[in-house]
Each structure stands twice: as C-alpha cells, then as structure tokens.
C-alpha cells in the first residue's frame, strides 16, 4: 500500500471530525470557547489559507500549528511527523538503517491505533491492514472483521 502523504492525513482526519474543507476548520477555530487568543476573520482566513497549503503537501504545518489543529481534529500529531518525515525521505530516495517504517492508517479516514473511529459498536478494528471497520462496507461479515482485528494484533502491529 502506498504511504499516505502527510497532507492527505490530514485531510482525512479534518473530514472525519466534521469539517468539510479546512477554510471551515479554521472557521470553527475561530469561533471555539477554548484558550485561543481573539482574533481577526481575516487572521482566520490565512489560517484556512495555511492549513490548505499543508493539506495539499506544499507547505507541512509547524509544531505549533500542529498542536493547535490538534484540539479541534482528532489526529496523532507524531503520525503527522512521522508522515513529513516519510513524504521527505520518498522525495530525496533517502532509506533509513532501520527502514522507513509506515505507520498502520485507514486508508479512508485516517484513524490510528492512537484514535480509533467511536461507533455504536464502540471503538473501530482493522478490517483489513488499511481499513478500519468503521469505513469497511456495512455488509462485512463482522466475524471476520473480529478475526482481521485480533491478527492485525498478532502482528504485533504496535503504534510504529
Ligand atoms: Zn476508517
Ligand atoms: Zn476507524
């Protein structure tokens, strides 16, 4: 499967917290009750600006950018990193000593072992490597989804 790039993660988590484009995400910051220092509409504006850039991998998001979406999307802020990390190495032809290890991620939403989709059923599994239940088709014999999420963790497919 190919590494997702750091900007689609974000993408798909900013989706899956309800946000349909980042200028909408930037809006609810804006807006937000919590500690966040009043700010203009056009100081939101560029935020939206930025974090379309980051999305579209031209420019990745600062720590302290990352911190801040953080609050309001639920994404794993090292996969993030570590997604930089991987996008840089593809693009130079870098290999790592102890490879470039990619980190476990719905191929549709963007959920980790660090956040798991919360269903009815209660958190997400690994449907498959790349899928997580949540976002498998609803028709998936959920016995094998037990049995895919119980060898994914056979796998001892920890957090990377
Ligand atoms: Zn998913
Ligand atoms: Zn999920």
Same mark, same amino acid.
């Given at each position: 499967?190919?590494?997702?790039?750091?900007? /689609?993660?974000?993408? @798909? @988590?900013?989706?899956? /917290?309800?946000?349909?484009?980042?200028?909408? &995400?930037?809006?609810?910051?804006?807006? %937000?009750?919590? =500690? $966040?220092?009043?700010? %203009?509409?056009?100081?939101?504006?560029?935020?939206? +600006?930025? &974090?379309? &850039?980051?999305?579209?991998?031209?420019?990745?998001?600062?720590?302290?950018? $990352?911190?801040? *979406?953080?609050?309001? *999307?639920?994404?794993?802020?090292? $996969?993030?990193?570590?997604?930089? *990390?991987?996008?840089?190495?593809? @693009?130079?032809?870098?290999?790592?000593?102890?490879?470039? $290890?990619?980190?476990?991620?719905? @191929?549709?939403? =963007?959920? %980790?072992?660090?956040?798991?989709?919360?269903?009815?059923?209660? +958190?997400?599994?690994?449907?498959?490597?790349?899928?997580?239940?949540?976002? +498998?088709? +609803?028709?998936?014999?959920?016995? #094998?989804?037990? #049995? /895919?999420?119980?060898?994914? =963790?056979?796998?001892? %497919? *920890?957090?990377?």
């Amino acid at each position: 499967m190919a590494t997702m790039r750091p900007g /689609a993660y974000l993408a @798909r @988590r900013r989706a899956a /917290a309800g946000f349909t484009t980042p200028e909408e &995400l930037a809006r609810r910051m804006g807006v %937000s009750t919590l =500690a $966040i220092r009043r700010a %203009s509409e056009f100081e939101f504006a560029q935020l939206g +600006a930025r &974090l379309r &850039l980051a999305e579209t991998d031209r420019q990745p998001l600062a720590p302290n950018q $990352i911190r801040l *979406v953080a609050r309001f *999307v639920p994404f794993a802020p090292d $996969i993030y990193e570590q997604l930089v *990390v991987l996008d840089r190495a593809a @693009r130079h032809g870098w290999r790592f000593a102890h490879g470039n $290890i990619e980190p476990q991620l719905c @191929r549709v939403c =963007a959920c %980790s072992w660090h956040d798991a989709c919360v269903t009815d059923a209660g +958190a997400c599994a690994w449907a498959e490597a790349d899928l997580c239940t949540a976002c +498998a088709p +609803a028709e998936f014999d959920p016995l #094998l989804v037990h #049995l /895919a999420a119980s060898r994914a =963790a056979q796998r001892g %497919s *920890v957090a990377a």
